[in-house]
């Protein structure tokens, strides 16, 4: 699974940088260096049969098709929206299953002690019927 991640990773690189130098290309443009503009575009374009913008697109577009059951959570992308890396997203929601799950082990204790104390009091009070009990549930001595 690595490498088809790898595979995407190095197209979209390709991809970026060949964009990148595009828009260095554009942004530095003089009318009277059309010339020279016209040889990198040309390079640019003449390295692959297509333009280089489209064969981009495709090669990531048959990436994407190799990942199709990849599904990413939305906040994922809204972590990179707001300039946060993504990583800190699974940080996060480990930290908050590992609080949940503490919570969850702390209520479950609490009716544990709940339970042995109820079943202590009502032996108290109701001595045969929670002999009873007890035998129906297996338990041959009463809790402590």
């Known amino acids: 699974m690595a490498e088809k991640f790898d595979h995407l990773e190095e197209h ?3 991809f970026v940088e060949n964009i990148r130098q595009l ?4 942004s530095d443009f003089q009318p009277s260096s ?5 040889q990198k575009l040309c390079l640019c374009v003449c390295l692959s049969p297509r333009n280089f913008i489209v064969t981009g697109l495709q090669d990531i ?11 990413v959570p939305l906040e994922v992308f809204e972590y990179i929206d707001q300039g946060r890396n993504p990583q800190l997203y699974t940080k996060e929601c480990l930290e ?8 969850v082990k702390g209520k479950i204790d609490t009716m544990k002690k709940f339970k042995s104390l109820l079943i202590q009091e009502l032996s ?3 001595p045969e019927d ?6 129906i549930r297996g338990e041959d001595h009463p809790p402590s």
């Open 12 to 14: 979209l690189e390709k």
């Open 124 to 126: 108290k009070v109701f």
């Open 130 to 135: 929670m002999a009873k009990y007890r035998s």
């Open 34 to 38: 059309q010339a020279g503009l016209n």
């Open 23 to 26: 828009g260095i290309i554009v």
């Open 61 to 71: 577009d048959k990436c994407r098709q190799q990942l199709h059951d990849i599904t």
């Open 96 to 103: 908050r299953a590992l609080a949940k799950n503490e919570q």
